[in-house]
């Protein structure tokens, strides 16, 4: 996965454990995990050591440690009690899925361990191991609530405890991207764009509509969806609405005139003279050849 934009991505989070932790004198062995993992320090405190560097955290903070860091945990307290989240913030297959934690031993190779991606391969975020966060409180509350919802092993919790992480996943990036809040809620990704005008094929369509519904200036809305499909949105939309009548040509026997309505050409003349200028004939020539 190459360096880009965290917001460019297929985000799709997904809990694989949660749950209320105590431990006595307690030690991982150096290790790495496959996933991410958030974790509350609700009584005692541990030592967090990672990339060369050693944190303590105490009650009422939080780390997160990301796919494919050699770490190690050492309790400093005499026991110690946390809440602990793994997950999953992009799609995988079951299939490949490997446990979560993998002891770092003589035969480790990193290469051949599939981990979700590390978020320091994309350029606008960056979230470190101790987390200082905005709402705090917000964050326990919500991973609580996963917890508690996931442990009830049944399908409606287990859906409303993906609710409640992806909505911990939406608070992280918010908080630790590195792009302004104005830039956040303008994404240039315009994946959604070609859905929404196949649902309004047969209604008034403007640039400047799709521009406005994407929190962008026509102009640079143009721009980038140029970008992603090759076409202009204009012409991409004739485009969906020639095709969608050629189907509806060879498919039934609607009249022209019904066609050029539900396919949102403003009379029957301009669908005729759209379809002859993309295809070279007539759109009664598909209708004699049917």
């Keep these: 996965?190459?360096?880009?934009?965290?917001?460019?991505?297929?985000?799709?989070?997904?809990?694989r454990y949660a749950d209320f932790l105590h431990y006595h004198p307690w030690k991982t062995p150096?290790?790495?995990i496959t996933d991410y993992m958030l974790l509350y320090v609700q009584e005692g405190s541990f030592r967090l050591s990672i990339e060369g560097e050693t944190?303590?955290?105490?009650?009422?903070?939080?780390?997160?440690?990301?796919?494919?860091?050699?770490h190690q945990m050492e309790s400093i307290s005499?026991?110690?009690?946390?809440?602990?989240?793994?997950?999953?913030?992009?799609?995988s297959s079951v299939e490949n899925r490997l446990e979560m934690i993998v002891p770092v031993d003589h035969g480790y190779n990193p290469d051949l361990i599939t981990v979700q991606p590390n978020l320091r391969v994309f350029t606008d975020i960056d979230i470190p191991f101790v987390l200082k966060l905005s709402?705090?409180?917000?964050?326990?509350?919500?991973?609580?609530?996963?917890?508690?919802?996931?442990?009830?092993k049944n399908a409606l919790d287990h859906l409303q405890a993906q609710v409640y992480v992806t909505e911990i996943v939406l608070e992280l990036i918010k908080e630790y991207?590195?792009?302004?809040?104005?830039?956040?809620?303008?994404?240039?990704?315009?994946?959604?764009?070609?859905?929404?005008?196949?649902?309004?094929?047969?209604?008034?369509?403007?640039?400047?509509e799709m521009a406005q519904k994407a929190l962008m200036s026509r102009s640079y809305f143009s721009m980038h969806f140029r970008?992603?499909?090759?076409?202009?949105?204009?012409?991409f939309l004739l485009k969906l609405r020639l095709d969608n009548a050629t189907d509806l040509l060879r498919s039934t026997v609607l009249s022209l005139q019904d066609i050029a309505d539900s396919c949102g050409f403003s009379s029957v003349h301009h669908f005729s003279?759209?379809?002859?200028?993309?295809?070279?004939?007539?759109?009664?020539?598909i209708r004699r050849q049917s």
């Design 1 to 15: 996965m190459s360096a880009e934009s965290i917001l460019t991505q297929e985000l799709q989070p997904h809990i």
């Design 30 to 32: 150096p290790r790495i």
């Design 55 to 70: 944190y303590q955290l105490m009650a009422g903070q939080f780390c997160f440690v990301q796919p494919g860091i050699v």
């Design 78 to 91: 005499s026991s110690i009690t946390f809440m602990a989240l793994h997950m999953e913030l992009f799609p």
């Design 135 to 152: 709402r705090p409180d917000w964050m326990l509350d919500a991973m609580q609530q996963a917890i508690t919802h996931w442990n009830r």
């Design 177 to 208: 991207t590195t792009r302004p809040m104005s830039e956040l809620n303008r994404s240039t990704a315009l994946h959604w764009v070609p859905a929404y005008m196949q649902y309004r094929l047969s209604e008034t369509l403007s640039v400047e």
């Design 227 to 235: 970008k992603q499909f090759g076409l202009g949105p204009h012409q």
């Design 273 to 285: 003279k759209m379809y002859k200028l993309r295809f070279g004939y007539p759109p009664s020539q």
